[in-house]
Each structure stands twice: as structure tokens, then as C-alpha cells.
């Protein structure tokens, strides 16, 4: 079974950084891709950025770009999220994804993923 598990959340004013983390629990998962999600009250879950291995190419959300920069190790089955000029409409729940199998870049939807963290909070204060 593998789990993935975030950690970095946590209460940060505006305009300040919060950096997230994600590692999966086993060494066995070989993936082609992992990204970041958030989940606001109310709302759905969206895509934040991905990471491809192949080619190490990244991909994010309008809403996040020249903002959040998204960086790893495949070897460790590892991720980042450097989240830097933080708002309060970045308040959310923030999942980590992985996805085991070849997927068309960029891996968007949240269908496309097959494990998931259990989620970090990210609270921005204005």
C-alpha cells in the first residue's frame, strides 16, 4: 500500500512562503508524474502543478504561476511545493498526488492520479 505524506502547512501572513513536501512511504512506487492539489472550503478540488519525470517538465495553474515553483526527486519519490507571494484566496487544503502508470502531459485532472496524501493545511492571514 502506498501512501504519500505532506507536511509544511501550516498560518502565514500575506505576502509571505510556506514550502510543502511530500514523500511517498515506499520505495517501490515507480511514477511518471506527481502533483499538488488544493481543496478551499466549499469548493472543489483543484489542480496546483505537476511534475512530469520525464523530462523533468512542469506545468501550473494560471492562478499559481510565477508564484508557486514545484521541484523533486523521482529516485526518492519525493516533491515540493515553494509557495512564495501567498494570498488569502491560496487558503486551502493542499494534496499531494502520484501517478504509477505513462499519462499525457500535463496531468491536470484529479482522475488521472492514482494515490493521494491525506492533505496539509495552508492558512494565509490578511
Known amino acids: 500500500q502506498v501512501q504519500l505524506v505532506e507536511s509544511g502547512g501550516g498560518l502565514v501572513q500575506a505576502g509571505g512562503s510556506l514550502r510543502l513536501s511530500c514523500a511517498a512511504s515506499?520505495?517501490?512506487?515507480?511514477?511518471?508524474?506527481m502533483g499538488w492539489f488544493r481543496q478551499a472550503p466549499g469548493k472543489e478540488r483543484e489542480f496546483v502543478s505537476v511534475i512530469h519525470w520525464s523530462g523533468d517538465r512542469t506545468y501550473y495553474a494560471d492562478s499559481v504561476k510565477g508564484r508557486f515553483t514545484i521541484s523533486g526527486d523521482n529516485a526518492k519519490n519525493t516533491v515540493y511545493l515553494q509557495m512564495n507571494s501567498l494570498n488569502p484566496e491560496d487558503t486551502a487544503v493542499y494534496y499531494c498526488a502520484a501517478r504509477s502508470r505513462w499519462v499525457v502531459m500535463p496531468a491536470t485532472r484529479k482522475s488521472a492520479y492514482d494515490y493521494w496524501g491525506q492533505g496539509t493545511q495552508v492558512t494565509v492571514s490578511s
Open positions: 515506499t520505495r517501490t512506487l515507480s511514477s511518471y508524474a
